[in-house]
């Protein structure tokens, strides 16, 4: 008994030590969590399979109703139980259901984490050989496929990204966390707008343009709004745990409802760059060939260097492009390894740094079956997929509905609107409210559900999303 008190005493100390220091931090941090490889690789070739302007506006819709709704639910239990979601979940009951809500919310995380590493460490090797002038070499046939076959260089380049993302969380939250994305993000905004520029002013880039931001109804499907609706849970970094975390280090006067619409619209602005740099670039380079634009994982780290190359400068603009998605996906990689620090901190009272050891050894032991699952274990496939897509859609397809169906009943039936409300208003003016109360009670627990099964469905083979 002594000794949890001694180590619950040791966590209120640390945290606060570690809290953000005032309103600005936190929007940089949670708008670093949020803008990531989603943002930049994803979104684009979402849009542009999903019928480009209707899928912009579904996801728009989607984003501030939705969206809002999670990131307000999330942020207020954080900070109102100053814990990351185990402790969170554990400490508003003792029924089972909540330590297990509790438990997935944080599981997810440290199961992102080294997939997304290795991701990482591809850009990383995108990054370097741009900066060594290598455009052309990279538009070839082969170069990517080369590349992450070749278990022993991808595994150097995952190390070295999980290790940067390392020494950031070593330097705590003020002065790792707060500090990097305050650098970083103003840099990936300048990065942006000139990429952004200059796909737009190449020839024939315009009638990519339109097809990106005019909605055409007759391309609107149910898929749409089910893709739309993927998309927005894993670019706001929602059900993961991480907001939870990042709301226990929000002061009390810190207001969540604007805070939250800054962030929702830094993620939302980041990802309508990103879909200028790229949609209307590809658009230019195949001539409006929509089928180049759905390639997929392929269209950030094949097509873009053949686009890239063949348009001039590839080796300044392949730099600019990949530093900054490097940048987003570092951010993204802080606020997941914090997620899982601190859920260690918590539960075994161990002390910043050997937590996040412990993380470090997952991810490395996990991220190196990612990365031989592409090389020399290529032959392992689980339900057809290979290990990091198969990472990736446990993750996103299957716990991730589950875990934001937890948090919903958890305000629903143990908090209680009441309860959320007073936590906001202490420092908002919640305007929002009604909505808020509308979508989390009627429309999300029905909406993740169909979200669940049609992922499973499409697992299965009975659809294609
Ligand atoms: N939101 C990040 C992105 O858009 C991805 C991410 C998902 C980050 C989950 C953290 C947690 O890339």
């Known amino acids: 008994m002594e000794k949890e008190t001694n180590s619950t005493a040791a966590c209120a100390t640390e945290k606060q030590k570690n809290t953000f220091s005032g309103n600005i931090g936190y929007v940089l941090a949670v708008a670093g969590s949020a803008v990531g490889l989603g943002n930049i690789w994803r979104f684009p070739y979402l849009a542009a399979k999903y019928g480009g302007g209707i899928f912009l506006l579904v ?22 139980t100053g814990k ?22 944080a599981v997810i995380p440290m199961l992102i984490l080294p997939y997304y590493s290795v991701i990482g460490g591809w850009v990383v090797k995108y990054c370097v050989e741009y900066l060594r002038g290598q455009s052309s070499e990279m538009a070839g046939d082969g170069f990517f496929g080369e590349f992450i076959s070749n278990s022993f260089a991808a595994e150097i380049c995952f190390v070295v990204f999980i290790l940067a993302a390392f020494f950031v969380i070593i330097a705590g939250v003020k002065n ?85 619409t800054r962030v929702e619209w830094f993620d939302t602005g980041i990802a309508i760059l990103a879909g200028l740099m790229i949609i209307p670039a590809v658009f230019a380079f195949t001539g409006g060939d929509i ?82 699952g592409y090389g020399v274990w290529s032959y ?41 409300s007073r936590e906001v208003k202490l420092s908002s003016a919640f305007r929002r409210q009604p909505m808020y109360y509308v979508v989390t009670k009627y429309i999300a627990p029905f909406f993740l559900m169909i979200i669940l099964a049609s992922s499973i469905a499409n697992a299965l083979g009975f659809i294609t999303i």
Do not use: H
Not at 350 to 365: A, D, E, M, Q
């Open 59 to 80: 996801y728009l819709i989607l984003m501030l109703t939705f969206g809002y709704a999670m990131i307000v639910s999330e942020t207020a239990i954080g900070r109102m």
């Open 84 to 105: 990351s979601p185990v402790g969170a979940f554990s400490s508003l009951g003792s029924k089972k259901w909540l330590t297990f809500g509790g438990w997935i919310n």
């Open 176 to 260: 790792g966390i707060e500090n990097v994305s305050k650098i970083i993000m103003p840099l990936l905004i300048v990065l942006a707008v000139i990429t952004a520029g200059y796909s737009v002013t190449r020839p024939g880039a315009l009638e990519g343009v339109k097809y990106f931001l005019v909605p055409n109804f007759s391309d609107f499907s149910i898929m749409t709004v089910v893709a739309a609706m993927g998309q927005m849970f894993y670019s706001l970094s929602l059900a993961m745990g991480i907001l939870v975390t990042y709301g226990s280090y929000l002061k009390k006067d810190s207001d969540i409802e604007k805070n939250t």
């Open 291 to 372: 089928k180049t634009l759905k390639a997929g994982p392929s269209l950030m780290f094949i097509t873009l260097p053949k686009v890239f190359d063949s348009m001039g400068f590839g080796n300044i603009i392949g730099s600019v492009f990949f530093l900054m998605v490097l940048f987003a996906a570092l951010t993204s990689a802080i606020s997941l390894f914090e997620t899982c620090t601190a859920t260690i901190t918590e539960e075994l009272g161990l002390n910043r740094t050997g937590s996040s050891l412990i993380v470090l050894i997952v991810s490395l032991l996990l991220g190196t079956a990612s990365v031989f």
């Open 380 to 420: 392992v496939k689980i339900f057809g997929m290979q290990i990091l897509d198969f990472f990736d859609f446990l993750t996103n397809s299957l716990m991730m509905p589950v875990s934001a169906f937890f948090i919903c009943i958890l305000v629903i039936n143990v908090i209680g609107f009441d309860g959320i």
